[in-house]
T-cell receptor, first 113, second 114 residues
Framework: KAGVTQTPRYLIKTRGQQVTLSCSPI?????VSWYQQTPGQGLQFLFEYFSETQRNKGNFPGRFSGRQFSNSRSEMNVSTLELGDSALYLC????????????FGPGTRLLVL | AQSVSQHNHHVILSEAASLELGCNYSYGGTVNLFWYVQYPGQHLQLLLKYFSGDPLVKGIKGFEAEFIKSKFSFNLRKPSVQWSDTAEYFCAVTLNQAGTALIFGKGTTLSVSS
């Protein structure tokens, strides 16, 4: 079974731009969560989607948003990029009968210049 | 706010040495506990998890962890490390009241010399 895939793997943007990252969960998984990983703050939860609905949200500004499609694929968007948004963005998926066990993708590394 | 503390930022061991990585969490309610590992250039992988039952849980690659509720701890152990265990290790919890959002510790980098 294929794992969680994320595209693109690397991205360079400039301040003020916006970016969209994509995540395809493991087949059959309907829950998708997003995390930000930085050297200073570590791994922080952004949000979780299940059946196209945001089920949980972390403590991030409104510039960070996401959505989930009917095929469970998810996208996250960051608008008005800031230098501090440079990070590895990780997506994780889980099966509805075992939602706590999350499987992570390789991440998208975003560099904001 | 709830948090997870990993006491060791960087641990350096020789092959065959024993390993114990500390993890404490600050939350008085029911938690689920996890250890994840990130090998160089690879994605986060689940090592082991504890939801309930026997507080000593065994995971992949010979790792085990013990949940001590009175100490709010979930330490990771391995009796004999190998060079291939070189990686970053993350302790994480989910709070039953907060769904599946993982709260991670800052991680411990383990370097094993052969």
């Amino acid at each position: 079974k294929a794992g969680v895939t994320q595209t693109p793997r690397y991205l360079i943007k400039t301040r003020g731009q916006q970016v969209t990252l994509s995540c395809s969960p493991i087949s059959g998984h309907r829950s998708v969560s997003w995390y930000q990983q930085t050297p200073g703050q570590g791994l922080q939860f952004l949000f979780e989607y299940f059946s196209e609905t945001q089920r949980n949200k972390g403590n991030f500004p409104g510039r960070f948003s996401g959505r989930q499609f009917s095929n469970s694929r998810s996208e996250m968007n960051v608008s008005t990029l800031e230098l501090g948004d440079s990070a590895l963005y990780l997506c994780a998926s889980s099966f509805e009968t075992n939602p706590e066990t999350q499987y992570f993708g390789p991440g998208t590394r975003l560099l904001v210049l | 706010a709830q948090s997870v503390s990993q006491h060791n930022h960087h641990v350096i061991l020789s092959e065959a040495a024993s390993l114990e990585l500390g993890c404490n969490y600050s939350y008085g309610g029911t938690v689920n506990l996890f250890w994840y590992v990130q090998y160089p250039g690879q994605h986060l992988q689940l090592l082991l998890k504890y939801f309930s039952g026997d507080p000593l849980v065994k995971g992949i690659k010979g790792f085990e962890a013990e949940f001590i509720k009175s100490k709010f701890s979930f330490n990771l152990r391995k009796p004999s490390v190998q060079w291939s265990d070189t990686a970053e290790y993350f302790c994480a919890v989910t709070l039953n009241q907060a769904g599946t959002a993982l709260i991670f510790g800052k991680g411990t980098t383990l370097s094993v010399s052969s």
